[in-house]
């Protein structure tokens, strides 16, 4: 049963393309592990950060993952229903890039302070490309950090309403993934929107594009061993 989230889903939507990893043998998107995630981080390199564009504001999040019976695992939570924005919807922990601090060390605080995660053991893999948000006006920068085992973690209800983890075997099974196309002015130009059908919500916008983007990664890293 999907969230409480409200999607704005446009009158003129159109199907959109199948996942990447639709050829991938199932046996293949199971039993992906840590370290098919840092071995997929190492070939990728540390990205210089992209300064948010101008007009913007500067965000980072965190992609907080572990490993368990032999799956990695993300951790993502579920907004608070009283926030300005983005009510409701499934996001990683993380928020605006004070002016004194780097994105990465707000990308930890903000995790902190969102869901009580504690930085002393995480691992900070790297990070993906920056992304900007089409309807917050954000510049997103996300860094995937490893933790050493499943932490008690305690969502702040004043930011969080919920914090859950799934496996990346279950982003990648099949019926998981859909994508769509948008309109962005009027039925010119259209622009993919990605969702992942979890059996308590779905995961779209920004933070689909990012997990999309790292299920890339991972599963091509996976594939080659």
């Known amino acids: 049963m999907p969230g409480p989230q409200q999607i704005p889903q446009p009158a003129d939507a159109k199907p959109g393309d199948p996942p990447p990893w639709s050829d991938v043998p199932p046996e293949?998107?199971?039993?992906?592990r840590l370290d098919h995630?840092?071995?997929a981080l190492d070939r990728v390199g540390q990205?210089?950060?992209i300064p948010a564009p101008f007009g913007r504001i500067a965000a980072a999040v965190l992609i907080p993952m572990?490993?368990?019976?032999?799956?990695?695992?993300i951790v993502l939570t579920r907004r608070a229903s009283h926030l300005r924005t983005h009510r409701h919807e499934v996001s990683f922990p993380g928020g605006r890039i004070e002016a004194d601090e780097t994105p990465v060390s707000a990308a930890l605080r903000e995790a902190g302070e969102e869901i009580g995660l504690d930085p002393g053991p995480v691992e900070i893999l790297g990070q993906l490309r920056p992304l900007a948000t089409i309807s917050s006006?954000?510049?997103i920068t996300p860094f995937v950090a490893v933790l050493p085992s499943r932490q008690q973690l305690h969502p702040n209800p004043d930011e969080v309403e919920r914090v859950f983890d799934v496996s990346i075997a279950e982003l990648l099974a099949d019926g998981v993934f859909s994508s769509e196309l948008w309109s962005r002015d009027g039925g010119i130009t259209f622009f993919p929107v990605y969702f992942f059908?979890?059996?308590e919500d779905i995961v779209w916008?920004?933070?689909a594009r990012i997990l999309h983007e790292l299920l890339g990664l991972v599963l091509t890293e996976r594939t080659r061993r």
């Open 28 to 32: 293949d998107r199971r039993g992906i």
């Open 137 to 139: 006006s954000s510049s």
């Open 205 to 207: 916008g920004a933070t």
């Open 197 to 199: 059908d979890l059996p």
């Open 47 to 49: 990205l210089e950060t």
């Open 66 to 73: 572990f490993e368990e019976d032999g799956e990695a695992r």
């Open 37 to 39: 995630v840092r071995a």
